[in-house]
């Protein structure tokens, strides 16, 4: 199993910064990619950032030069960084991991969510 924890999210004002964190609590799993997503309303889910577990990550055009995703393997945490936020940042960011079972099924796993409500 697989569960995920958010937190971090939060009220700022546009140009500002915010952390996410993302907890991964694993067993009889191994998480190949971590990403995170958001949806604001009326809008479909998308992907913002994602690491893979060689390292590599990779970011949705709106974002980059502006939001970076790290881990820390110690800790079973993966972070989203956020600058220079502006009010279309605003959105429920879900932490998500793709993820490989001991017998070999592939599943996706979903946190329940952080809002990011970014002021203008």
């Known amino acids: 199993q697989v569960q995920l924890v958010e937190s971090g999210g939060g009220l700022v004002q546009a140009g500002g910064s915010l952390r996410l964190s993302c907890v991964a609590s694993?067993?009889?799993?191994?998480?190949?990619?971590v990403g995170w997503y958001r949806q604001a309303p009326g809008k479909q889910r998308e992907l913002v950032a994602a690491?893979?577990?060689?390292?590599?990550?990779n970011y949705a055009d709106s974002v980059k030069g502006r939001f970076t995703i790290s881990r820390d393997n110690a800790r079973g945490t993966v972070y989203l960084q956020m600058n220079s936020l502006i009010p279309e940042d605003t959105a429920v960011y879900y932490c998500n991991a793709d993820a490989v079972s001991d017998y070999y099924t592939r599943e996706q796993f979903w946190g329940q969510g952080t809002q990011v409500t970014v002021s203008s």
């Open positions: 694993v067993s009889h799993f191994k998480i190949n990619v």
């Open positions: 690491i893979i577990s060689g390292g590599s990550t």
